[in-house]
Structure formats: C-alpha cells, structure tokens
C-alpha cells in the first residue's frame, strides 16, 4: 500500500519527526511505501508535497492560534477566515491524496494540537470527503497543555481534535491519553509507546562521529551531562542545571542539544543566565544538530545519534511527557540516566522496571549523592546501562511497533 504521513512539519528532531520515521521504517519493512505532505519536510521525508501553510510557523497559523486562545469570544470573521483557510488546505490534502495514491493517512500530532486550526479541519474534512483509511497517531492532546484550556473554539476542538470519523483508527503514545480519549470522546484507541531498533545496537562511532567533541570545544577528559531535548518550558530543564550546581564538579560539561522557537518568551535566555549564575560550564549547541550531517556556517552539524556516544549521564528533567523519546534513545545508547518521575514516566515506564536516578521536583543532597556515584563509578553505570537495554529490548523494541501496526492494519481492513 501507500501510506501518506501528514504533519505541521516532518523534519528535525522533535519527538513526533523522530517517532515518524520509525513508523516509516516498519511500514516499508511490511512492503508498503510512504510519502509525506507537511510544511516543512527534510531529507527523509522523501517523496513528499511540501505545502508551507500547513506549518504551525506560518503567519495565518500563528495569527489564529493567538486569536483563538486569547480572545473567549472571536467574532464571526474569525471563524470565517478559519474555515476558508480550512478549505484551501483541505484540497491541498486531497491533492495529496490523489498525486501519490494514498492508501492510508498517516496524521502525526496534527488531530490532536491545535497548533494549526485550519489545517486539523481541513485534514478532518478531507477524511470526510474521501473516505480515506487514517491511522490517526496522536502523542499530545490539546486538553493536556495549559496554554490550550482557556479558549473561544470548543466547538472547533470537539469537531478536529480528534475527529471522531468511521475511517479512522486512533492510536496514542501512553496509557493515560488511551484512557481519557475514551472518557472524554468515546473513542478506542490503541497503545504505542515510543520505540527504538533495540534488535540492532548502536554501531560504533564513526570517524565523523569521533570529531564531536573537538567541533564544539571539549577535550577526551571533559565529562559531558547531556540533555538531548528541544529548549522548552515543560522539559524542566532548570533542574538540570541546578543538580549541575550542586554537583560542582569541574569535571562536567553541560551540554544541551536542542533549538529554541517552537514556543514564545525567553526560556533560553533564562537558562542561560541561570547556569552563568551557577558557574557550571555548559554549551547550547543547537546550531550543531540536525537531522542530517553536513555543515553550516562554518561548523559542522551532527544527528543526535553521533553525539550520544559522548555522554557521560543524560538529564531528563521533564515536567511533562507524553511519552518520553529522549528517555528511551537513553536506554538504547546505554547511558545512565538522571529523571524527575513526571506523570507518564510513573504510568507507563518505571513500571516496566527501567533504572535511573530518580527526582521528584527538587534536587535533594540525596539526588546529588546518587548522581556523583553514577558519575564516579563505571561498574555501577554497567550495570544500569545493560540493565535498562534489555528493558528496552522487551518492551520498546521494534517488534512492539510491529505487532500494534499489524493490528492498526487490519481494524482499518474492516472499516
């Protein structure tokens, strides 16, 4: 079959890109090719239809979003231009549709975040119109971001996110979104954690890979703390920095791989003085990760599986997670792990038997205590590491995405 995955954006490194990708790499094992349409795509996601107003970046996006969600009350206009947007959006999904055959439509996150209105609504109504099978994967629901709650579309947030539409088989990344999408809408959906190739280990570094540490500055000695995640409020990571604090170890280098942007205010900015204030050492190296190799500005660029190897002890500070991708590439790399136990963490991935450094809101000596063994003691992280592995290997390996889009495959068959 065709499969066609959908998104504000497939490119980068963002959970959903990622997690994406993995569904693309089964699907084309099972025999079946994939295409995707978004506004903004990179390499891999090839052969695509590249519609940039589908981003939630784009202008119109943007001006709906904080429309709808600062006003209680829009007027008419509004809506109208929603619709209107919707509708030229819908003919570009089925344009889509059509160019590529799809055969099942893949829509990551885009029916379950209001981050562009128009286009939920147009994805919705182009599944209404064209019957289309849709494996609709969602990873956050808009009713579990703040920001979202106080708004002036309930109406629209009933109608798109999620559509509640016959051809579609819904499908959610934790056991909590699985529970409250059939409590709040009377919708059944499968489970699918986040995954990683746990059957083929992590290759060796490369000669690429092994130029990492001189590209930004550090030496073979320097033991770097990483935090492998994008540079936003609900990761928490002012936690990190301040265990970085009290570890006080000159040692450690603090080194935080993801970008800014995909959220307002200054966050980033606050990070940074905060670590200044703390007198750790640290590094933002954004500019030096990307989905691809290659080089900018002089400098070269990493995926972030090149630069996994190099960490000492990853930080997750999440507040919140609907899953948690970083924390299972985590265990897949084999590196230990320092977490604050956040909502789906204790649901869906302690239970499972994963060790870790755990924190729960504050940075206790105990926590420091803990984490400077790990740190110190190599026989200590063998045994985490290996440990964590073959939890992964059991219960977010490839072969559980498998078995739940076998079955997502065939629900769709009976539709």
């Keep these: 079959m065709n499969i066609g995955f959908i998104s504000f954006r497939l490119a980068g490194v963002d959970g959903v890109s990622l997690e994406t990708f993995k569904l693309a790499d089964v699907f084309e094992e099972m025999g079946h090719q994939c295409f995707y349409c978004g506004g903004e795509l990179d390499e891999k996601a090839q052969a695509g239809m590249l519609v940039p107003e589908m981003h ?22 509004f809506f109208q231009e929603v619709y209107h947007t919707a509708e030229n959006l819908r003919r570009a999904v089925e344009q889509f549709i059509r160019d590529y055959k799809i055969d099942v439509l893949v829509p990551q996150n885009v029916l379950a975040i209001p981050m562009n209105i128009a286009l939920s609504i147009g994805i919705a109504n182009a599944i209404r119109r064209t019957r289309v099978k849709t494996l609709a994967h969602h990873h956050d629901f808009y009713w579990e971001r703040e920001r979202f709650l106080a708004n002036g579309i309930q109406d629209i947030l009933n109608e798109a996110f999620p559509p509640k539409l016959q ?32 059957e083929n280990p992590p290759p060796a570094p490369d000669d690429y890979t092994k130029t990492f540490r001189s590209e930004i500055g550090l030496s073979d000695d320097d033991l770097i703390i990483l935090q492998p995640t994008r540079i936003v409020r609900r990761k928490g990571i002012e936690h990190a920095i301040e265990l970085m604090r009290k570890l006080n170890d000159e040692r450690l280098v603090f080194v935080i791989t993801g970008y800014e942007g995909d959220e307002k205010g200054g966050y980033g900015t606050g990070l940074r003085e ?43 500070p999440s507040i919140y997670e609907g899953f948690g991708n970083a924390l299972i590439e985590t265990l897949y790399f084999r590196k230990p792990l320092v977490v604050n136990t956040y909502p789906m963490y204790l649901t ?22 803990k984490t400077r063994q790990l740190i110190d003691d190599a026989s200590l992280r063998d045994d985490m590491t290996e440990h964590n592995y073959q939890v992964g290997l059991e219960h977010f390996s490839y072969k559980i995405l498998r078995k739940v889009l076998q079955h997502a495959l065939q629900k769709l068959d009976s539709r």
């Excluded at 579609?168 to 990683?196: C, D, S, T, W």
């Excluded at 869906?348 to 205590?369: C, L, N």
Aim: charged share 25%; no cysteine.
């Design 167 to 198: 051809p579609v088989v819904h499908m959610v990344i934790n056991k909590a979104m699985q529970q409250r999408l059939n409590a709040f809408r009377g919708i059944e959906a499968l489970y699918l954690p986040n995954v990683f190739d746990f």
């Design 56 to 77: 939630f970046t784009d202008s119109v996006a943007q001006e709906h979003h904080d429309e709808a969600f600062s006003n209680p009350k829009p007027e008419p206009k």
């Design 348 to 369: 869906d991935i302690k239970p499972t038997g994963v060790k870790a450094v755990e924190f729960s809101y504050d940075i206790t000596d105990e926590v420091v205590a």
């Design 274 to 316: 905060q670590a200044d204030r703390a007198g750790i050492r640290y590094k933002f190296i954004g500019d030096y990760v990307g989905s691809e190799r290659g080089e900018i500005n002089g400098h070269k660029v990493y995926e972030l599986w090149d630069i996994y190897p190099h960490a000492h002890l990853i930080t997750y």
